[in-house]
């Protein structure tokens, strides 16, 4: 199997970090990156992977020239990338300042979308490459105090879409995937931001969300190991993902799975319910019959 160049986001713990090791076990070039890497990414160096320090939230142009100097590190440029970096800021709408909704966007949206702009004009003159998206089951449902997530992630979704169907224009050759997993073993749930509480109201929601957010820590029902082999599989088209036609949207853990399908459900029965009011609306020109 060819070696491939794989660029990480996110890497000092979680999926990205289980992603290199997996990466750098089966022989594959992986190029880890995180912020202030020489001390967050340190544990990762024993693995063979390149460290590089790069903030997903830093001007474009910095962005820019982090791509171009992770570019030349391995022969034949970076094969796949994995927008993986990913923030929570925890807070009811009305608490949450755009300023909180900003932090959030920048991690979780601009982020992956200027690393993606960077590297995109290389991949289409290769003529092939992946961007792999680090979705989540966020992005189809709501979860209170999870506003500033949701939308992030809403968002994200919907703008990779519509660059899979521009990119299927004249680069059929680059494959865009994300992938949206469930609650998993990894630190995320340790690692919320929670704002600044603002309204005495919400005292007692607040402390039913923290409390239902520290009952999550260790108890999640997802393997990350195995998410990032699937990962890995949905990439190459090897394993699970051996023979079959790779969706964009692929749901991972089988509490995200039955969360997005029961949204989609009920989205139907929408659909089906109202469809006489929403046909109700369409124009009829003067004299039709």
């Not at 440029?77 to 949450?96: P, T």
């Amino acid at each position: 199997m060819a070696v491939l160049t794989w660029f990480i986001t996110g890497c000092s713990s979680g999926f990205g970090e289980i992603l290199v090791r997996q990466l750098r076990a089966a022989g594959d070039n992986v190029i880890a990156t995180g912020r202030n890497a020489d001390t967050k990414l340190a544990h990762l160096k024993e693995t063979g992977a390149s460290i590089l320090s790069l903030d997903v939230t830093a001007p474009a142009t910095e962005i820019q020239s982090k791509i171009d100097e992770a570019w030349d590190i391995y022969p034949g440029g970076i094969d796949i990338l994995v927008n993986n970096a990913g923030f929570i800021v925890s807070g009811a709408i009305e608490e949450l300042t755009q300023e909180d909704m900003d932090s959030s966007f920048k991690v979780n949206f601009h982020g992956p979308l200027n690393i993606t702009r960077a590297i995109l004009p290389r991949l289409r003159e290769k003529g092939k490459g992946t961007l792999l998206y680090v979705g989540s089951q966020a992005a189809w449902h709501a979860d209170p105090s999870a506003g500033s997530y949701c939308a992030a992630k809403f968002a994200l979704s919907g703008a990779v879409e519509c660059l899979a169907k521009e990119l299927a224009i004249f680069s059929p050759g680059i494959k865009i995937l994300i992938v949206e997993p469930g609650y998993f073993r990894t630190k995320v749930f340790s690692n919320i931001n929670h704002v600044e509480p603002r309204i005495p109201d919400y005292a007692q929601f607040n402390a039913g969300v923290r409390q239902f957010e520290a009952s999550l820590v260790g108890n999640e029902p997802g393997d990350a190991d195995k998410a990032a082999m699937r990962m890995i599989e949905l990439v190459r088209g090897t394993g699970m993902a051996s023979g079959k036609q790779i969706p964009l949207r692929v749901p991972l853990g089988t509490d995200g799975w039955e969360r997005i399908k029961a949204k989609c459900e009920e989205t139907i029965k929408i659909c089906e319910d109202w469809e006489e009011v929403a046909k109700s609306t369409d124009y009829t020109a003067v004299g039709a019959v």
